[in-house]
């Protein structure tokens, strides 16, 4: 079995700063793209940052110069550091991972979520 748990999120006002943590743990060979998406009421689930195995990360363009992703490989962790927040980026935050298993067989994996609130 393979699990997402994340943590970090809370009350903000704008303009401060909020950093989410996802640890993937469980029977993993390897993993490949470890994304952040969040999903705000009657709004649907959107991509904020992309980090690939091996590649650049890449951002949604309302989070660009805002946001950054980043991994740890070692404790198979993946981070969003979010500074300068606007209310508009009040949202249940989730993390998500694409993991080949011990057995071979590649799927894409959920966090929990977390909700990131931020006041004006």
């Known amino acids: 079995q393979v699990q997402l748990v994340e943590s970090g999120g809370g009350l903000v006002q704008a303009g401060g700063s909020l950093r989410l943590s996802c640890a993937a743990s469980g029977s993993i060979f390897s993993i490949n793209a470890m994304d952040w998406y969040r999903q705000a009421p009657e709004n649907q689930r959107e991509l904020v940052a992309h980090f690939p195995s091996g590649g650049i990360p890449n951002y949604h363009d309302s989070v660009k110069g805002r946001f950054t992703i980043s991994r740890d490989s070692g404790t198979n962790t993946v981070y969003l550091q979010m500074n300068s927040l606007k209310p508009e980026d009040t949202a249940v935050y989730y993390c998500?991972?694409?993991?080949?298993?011990?057995?071979?067989?590649?799927?894409?994996?959920w966090g929990q979520g977390t909700q990131v609130t931020v006041s004006s």
């Open positions: 998500n991972a694409r993991i080949t298993n011990l057995q071979g067989m590649t799927d894409d994996y």
